[in-house]
């Protein structure tokens, strides 16, 4: 069975900071992997998504992540902190699960904190 | 619109009492999900449907049920509602294996 840890549950930054999260992954096969964003009150939203080719994967409001393979990890920067970041994140697993269908598993989430 | 719409956003209800939660979706996806999140729990995955003759238990499916109505719909019932079951709870559907869309969640408190 796949899992994902999360490493940190609150990320404190400055404004203008660089913003790392960290998530590292376990799966007995090759794994779809996502980054989710949910602002206070809403949903979940996709930040972005690695299934296979170039494993440096450029999301929407100036995320990325990188998949290591060897290290097992996916995790999420930007350059630059906003004050409009701000929310939780959560990092996502996906294998097959019969067929073509897919299950995800979430880590417990990093609440990104950021301080003007 | 939305694309996956969830109804109610809100409910207060009593232990003991049946509810039901449900969720459409028009994005044509075949697959649907049900998860709970819990502070400091993230989501779990309580049921899973991948078409609409086929109904899946997550991993906390106990004291939960659901219903896939149609492709479009498939609505989440607590039989008996408690107090530990107060929590957000999302539907989700997804296309394959390219990651899942949620709806905004309904916020229920189990008195």
């Known amino acids: 069975a796949q899992s994902v840890t999360q490493l940190g549950s609150h990320v404190s930054v400055s404004e203008g900071a660089l913003v790392l999260l960290r998530c590292n992954y376990s799966?007995?096969?090759?794994?779809?992997l996502f980054w989710y964003v949910q602002y206070p009150n809403q949903g979940l939203q996709l930040l972005l998504k690695?299934?296979?080719?170039?494993?440096l994967v450029k999301g929407i409001n100036g995320f990325e992540a990188e998949f290591k393979k060897s290290e097992t990890s996916f995790h999420l920067t930007k350059p630059s902190a906003h004050m409009s970041d701000a929310a939780e994140y959560f990092c996502a697993v996906s294998v097959a699960s019969g067929g073509s269908n897919y299950k995800l598993t979430f880590g417990k989430g990093t609440l990104l904190t950021v301080n003007p | 619109d939305a694309d996956v719409t969830q109804t109610p956003r809100n409910r207060i209800t009593k232990t003991g009492k049946r509810i039901m939660l449900e969720c459409s979706q028009t994005k044509g996806h075949d697959r649907m999900y049900w998860y709970r999140q819990d502070p400091g729990l993230g989501l779990r995955l309580i049921y899973y449907?991948?078409?609409?003759?086929?109904?899946n238990k997550g991993e906390i499916s106990d004291g939960y049920s659901v219903s896939r109505q149609a492709q479009a719909k498939f609505s989440l019932s607590l039989e008996s509602a408690i107090p530990n079951q107060t929590a957000l709870y999302f539907c989700?559907?997804?296309?394959?294996?390219?990651?899942?869309?949620f709806g905004p969640g309904t916020r229920l408190l189990v008195l």
């Open positions: 799966s007995s096969v090759p794994p779809y």
């Open positions: 989700a559907t997804s296309d394959l294996g390219t990651g899942q869309y």
């Open positions: 690695y299934t296979t080719g170039a494993t």
């Open positions: 449907s991948f078409d609409v003759k086929d109904i």
